[in-house]
């Protein structure tokens, strides 16, 4: 006779405080959590730096009231020393997301983006970008719409013309549809002023500070067509776990780099259409494969036996 284990899993969830690294490890912990209940926590690490001192007599004091973690995960360069000062003071298997700048070794599994091009290890498990909380939807209506802008980075310029030369020409081919235009916080001033200004019938325009990560979640589980400035990857790959037929609105690159290639295997995969190769058809289509990697990463934890 099997007797099934009751143990229930304390995962701790380490956060930087960044939006876009939340994103991912609250994914984690969520597809976690429909395989199998776990006990959540959140530690939030302010302005608490740890060094080599706490991780060497075993110090993390921001978790003496919580139970002893069995999985301890989070995202973002600033995440990483603390989850190994929190595993050596309290136990645990370490799981980072995105590539860490320490060795890979030091951690017991790493969760990075193929574009990052990681070595191959038994601890490392590749992801189709980047892993986050959206879930496939089975709601899209093909009259919802959606725009999400983003905004310069070490990446890409900015041609604020060019980008509304692009939503004009969106706008005026897809009447049919009703567009929710939403920007961010990276998207410059005077893009949004432009956006605020934009009077056509079928669009509405969304100041990012007024809507958050649940409105996105909420608009992408509606909107059978997204367009995403290329900027913004997070972004990007949101929309397609969704299921949405995926537009990537022209932003110049600064050179070539991970990101621009990510971009072009997402094209050439027929994932998601670039503007000017919609320009010829008029016409988006939906990804011929779902991505749902959070899903997938909490899977093959289950499967190595992380959960008990």
Known sequence: MTIESTH??????????????????????????????????????????????DLLFKK????????????IIGAGHNTYFPILCAKRSRGGRSVVIMKPDFPFNWFDFCFIPEHDKPKIADNIFTTKGAINCITPSTEHMDDHGLILIGGPSRHFHWDNEYLLQQLKEILKTHTDIKWEISDSARTPEETSMALAAIRAPNAEYKDYSSTGTAWVARRLNL??????????????????????????????????NKLTNNLAGLVEDSMATPYNKWLLDRKLVSPPVLLNEAKRCAEYIYEVGLLH
């Open 60 to 71: 993390f004091t921001t978790s003496e009231q919580l139970p002893d973690p069995d999985i």
């Open 223 to 256: 909107a059978a067509n997204v367009w995403v400035s290329a900027d913004s990857v997070s972004m990007i790959y949101e929309a397609l776990t969704s299921g949405s037929a995926v537009g990537l609105l022209d932003v110049p690159a600064r050179g070539t």
């Open 8 to 53: 229930t899993n304390v995962i701790w969830r380490i956060s930087d405080g960044r939006a876009g690294h939340d994103t991912q490890s609250k994914g984690l912990v969520k597809a976690l959590n429909l395989i199998k209940p776990c006990d959540c926590h959140d530690i939030e690490l302010s302005d608490r730096k740890y060094g080599i001192l």
